[in-house]
């Protein structure tokens, strides 16, 4: 009788490896899973943005609430603390409108909440009370020299204290006497072609229910809602009508763009309102 091999132990019996096949479903599998968790990701992330920039306008509409107990709603929609270097015994006249800007050959935007908080200083307390209890990620000190999104005047200041949505770009501001669309040079409503701006100082009569006969500093607003032909490459607001005649605050969202495209996009899906505003039925 033939003895029984002895079993040598550590010895195990060899198993096929991989498969080409069974490696490239593995490797699939791995880029579908990433590809979810990112997509999740970036959802998750984007609707954090969102909820952070509804709470910062939230606050700015609380803020003007406040404003408005204190000074009345018939404010004349204009800063006018500042004044004239060349002068100073001549108060200079800034619009509070999210629109564009001209002086002196520069065009930019105005930074409209920049020139809302202005307002708020020295004259409502309370409702800047509230600007400086927000996030201070948004609240910032803006030089007019380091963004396009505030306009160069003839130095009568040198920064705003503005507020921006998560994604970087300053929260707008749109009060009755500058909403829908300007533009057409004097004309207004709106009239003529959307490159025209219409003028501030206008003797004796003011489109705006602004001041006359004062110095302002911007000369000329223009505010409109399409690029493309007959109009700027890239809109300057969102178009949009304040809703029962009271001012109302946006973010341009993601893409930091307004108003439609020279191909028709709507650069305002994206936008970020608390209150929604009417738009023209010809959009």
């Not at 009370?129 to 609240?139: E, H, Q, T």
């Not at 705006?208 to 409109?224: N, S």
Request: net charge negative; proline share 8%.
């Amino acid at each position: 009788m033939q003895p029984m091999p002895a079993h040598r132990p550590g010895r195990l019996s060899p198993r096929p490896g991989f498969t080409l096949i069974e490696l490239l479903v593995v490797v699939i599998m791995i880029a579908l899973l990433v590809g979810i968790v990112m997509a999740v990701g970036v959802r998750v992330t984007s609707s954090s943005k969102e909820r952070l920039t509804e709470g910062a306008i939230q606050a700015l509409e609380t803020a003007l609430v406040q404003f408005e107990m204190s000074e009345g709603s018939n404010r004349v929609p204009a800063v006018v603390e500042f004044r004239d270097p060349q002068n100073l015994s001549e108060r200079i006249y800034h619009p509070v409108a999210d629109a564009l800007g001209a002086r002196s050959g520069d065009s930019e935007l105005l930074d409209s909440v920049g020139l809302f908080i202005k307002q708020l200083d020295n004259r409502s307390p309370d409702a800047r009370s509230i600007i400086s209890g927000m996030n201070s990620k948004l609240v910032k000190l803006r030089s007019v020299h380091d963004s396009t999104t505030t306009v160069k005047w003839d130095e009568p200041h040198q920064s705003l204290v503005t507020v921006l949505d998560a994604w970087g770009n300053p929260v707008r501001y749109v009060h009755p006497a500058f909403d829908g669309e300007i533009f057409g040079g004097n004309s207004y409503p709106s009239g003529g072609s959307r490159d025209e701006p219409v003028q501030l100082e206008v003797t004796n009569k003011n489109p705006f229910g602004l001041p006359t006969r004062f110095t302002y500093g911007t000369d000329e607003i223009r505010r409109v809602n399409r690029a493309g032909s007959g109009g700027p490459e890239t809109p300057d607001a969102d178009g949009g009508i304040c809703p029962n005649n009271k001012p109302y605050f946006y973010s341009a969202g993601p893409d930091g763009l307004v108003g439609f495209g020279p191909d028709g996009e709507d650069y305002n899906a994206d936008n970020v309102y608390i209150v929604q505003p009417r738009f023209p039925e010809n959009q």
